[in-house]
């Protein structure tokens, strides 16, 4: 969503870097450059104009004039006044102390509340809860049986007592629903309300009795993020109309430009809580201002990657797979191995919005954008259409044997030839860094290349330095080495080193021994 204003944002700061000094006229010429790039996103022109002055303040204060490095100083600006106007702090929910926590959900009509609902019934889940979805939209044809069948999708209760369609009357589903829960034992009861075509008073009105009927604790106002700046209209009518304590933006993951996003905290006051990024039911996370932040200005997510993976790997699993790589060379890591590792990644999420989380990688988005997901499923083919053996041993894939697996996974027999080599590649590769040797090609790493050329270049320097010709001056040199070392020894047997004089251990000082014990 966000591509084109990332674009503009990167091509600003090109322009700043390697300048030793920001003048008046680079300073106006940024905030020009950023402005047009906010105005292109949608963004909503009393937003913009807040956040320009901002940075056309802190760019000319002390903090960027004193700076060693001007251009990413600005950066960290920048940074810093997108995550205010994205909200600032991460809001979570509020759960109530008592009884279940009521969560209603409000917006226009194709927001996408329906499956929302079934997003955060399953994301709650996930967070250990046993919410409720409740069927409240009566008026929309087949809105009731939709938050059915998105229910049994995401594994969680449903309460839906009218068939809808235009029957039944939605306060008093609302209320019943609480009195069900506490039956039944849920926690949370998520609230799926009628939408409206615009603002309808009516349905405003409808929105406004259920939350008197059921008092919730959360109102969440869904907004498609598609719509731009219009939804802060929308946003203003209903927490004028009915009010809500947050935001959820929904389709996320589409082309539109992302002014929704950017302005709708600001201007409302209501922070953005939850986004969703997919069709997917587990396409949908809480929302972090500091990391979309990040991934607008090109840095990655690298935070949401890591819980993604702590969420899908087991530590024992890693553990198992890291010992394997780490003996003889990594030889006991199989194919086997490399197609579970495989199957894990994909239960991540997609490939391509996982290598946009890395940073730097929106240099190459077109790249990532026509990766082809089959590919994964083609490689899966391969090794499964192999025999036990060869999983265990690929060494033993002769011609033969290739046509045979070529055969059965539906590919040419060079697929089956380029995934054995990149297998031993890649086991090379990952057991030298499960061994701490790091990986070949990175500079100034230990037992990375580019280091062993530093490395020469000492030793060169350490060649070339000759003693002084003449007598009293090397003598004096002399002195000067061996009151070095001495020095050097009396640090080492402070600290209990080896060269350290015989019998002297470390001892605390006495100050420092009561607080250990």
């Known amino acids: 969503m966000f591509d084109t204003l990332s674009d503009r944002l990167a091509a600003t700061f090109k322009n700043l870097r390697g300048k030793g000094r920001l003048s008046e006229a680079d300073i106006d010429a940024t905030a020009r450059e950023i402005r047009i790039a906010l105005l292109e996103a949608d963004v909503a022109l009393p937003v913009v104009r807040a956040f320009i002055k901002q940075i056309k303040e802190r760019a000319a204060g002390a903090e960027v004039s004193q700076a060693l490095n001007p251009a990413q100083q600005v950066i960290k600006i920048v940074n810093e006044e997108l995550i205010g106007i994205l909200g600032g702090e991460t809001r979570r929910l509020r759960f109530a102390k008592t009884g279940p926590t009521v969560i209603m959900l409000a917006g226009l009509q194709g927001a996408g509340k329906t499956t929302l609902a079934g997003k955060l019934g399953l994301w709650l889940k996930g967070q250990g809860h046993t919410p409720l979805l409740v069927a409240c939209d009566l008026q929309r044809p087949n809105a009731v049986n939709q938050l059915s069948v998105v229910a049994e999708r995401?594994?969680?209760?449903?309460?839906?007592?009218?068939?809808?369609?235009?029957?039944?009357?939605?306060?008093?589903?609302?209320?019943?629903?609480?009195e069900f829960a506490k039956t039944k034992q849920y926690d949370v009861v998520i609230v799926d309300t009628a939408g409206r075509l615009g603002i309808d008073q009516e349905l405003m009105r409808q929105a406004a009795d259920i939350r008197d009927a059921v008092g919730p604790d959360e109102v969440l106002f869904v907004v498609d993020a598609m719509i731009g700046q219009d939804a802060v209209n929308t946003a203003e009518a209903f927490r004028d109309g009915v009010g809500f304590d947050g935001v959820v933006l929904s389709?996320?993951?589409?082309?539109?430009?992302?002014?929704?996003?950017?302005?709708?905290a600001q201007v409302t006051g209501r922070?953005?809580?939850?986004?969703?990024?997919?069709?997917?039911?587990?396409?949908?996370?809480a929302f972090h201002p500091d990391r979309m932040a990040s991934r607008i200005l090109g840095m990655?997510?690298?935070?949401?990657?890591?819980?993604?993976?702590?969420?899908?790997?087991?530590?024992?699993?890693?553990?198992?797979?890291?010992?394997?790589?780490?003996?003889?060379?990594?030889?006991?890591?199989t194919l086997d191995d490399f197609l579970a590792q495989m199957e894990q990644v994909r239960k991540m999420g997609s490939i391509s919005k996982l290598l946009g989380m890395m940073p730097g990688m929106g240099q190459i988005k077109d790249q990532i954008a026509n990766l082809d997901e089959r590919d994964v499923d083609r490689t899966a083919a391969i090794i499964k259409s192999m025999t036990p053996a060869e999983r265990h041993e690929p060494t033993i894939i002769n011609g033969s044997r290739r046509a045979r697996i070529a055969k059965g996974s539906g590919v040419e027999v060079s697929a089956v030839k380029n995934l054995v080599e990149r297998f031993f590649e890649a086991r090379k590769m990952m057991s030298r860094m499960a061994q701490g040797g790091g990986m070949p090609g990175m500079p100034g790493m230990p037992g990375m290349g580019g280091g062993a050329g530093k490395q020469k270049k000492k030793q060169k320097q350490a060649k070339g330095k000759r003693k002084s010709g003449n007598p009293m001056k090397r003598k004096q040199e002399e002195q000067e080495a061996a009151a070095r070392r001495e020095a050097a020894g009396q640090a080492g047997a402070a600290l209990g080193l080896p060269g350290a004089p015989a019998g002297k251990d470390?001892?605390?000082p006495d100050e420092f021994k009561k607080f250990m014990g």
């Open 154 to 178: 995401a594994g969680v209760g449903v309460y839906a007592p009218e068939p809808g369609n235009g029957v039944g009357d939605p306060v008093r589903v609302a209320k019943d629903s609480v």
């Open 251 to 264: 389709k996320l993951d589409g082309d539109a430009r992302g002014g929704a996003a950017l302005s709708i």
């Open 271 to 285: 922070q953005i809580m939850f986004a969703s990024n997919g069709e997917k039911l587990d396409d949908f996370d």
């Open 300 to 333: 990655g997510d690298m935070l949401t990657l890591i819980e993604k993976a702590e969420q899908t790997f087991s530590q024992q699993e890693a553990e198992k797979m890291a010992s394997k790589l780490a003996s003889s060379k990594g030889k006991d890591f």
């Open 506 to 508: 470390f001892e605390l």
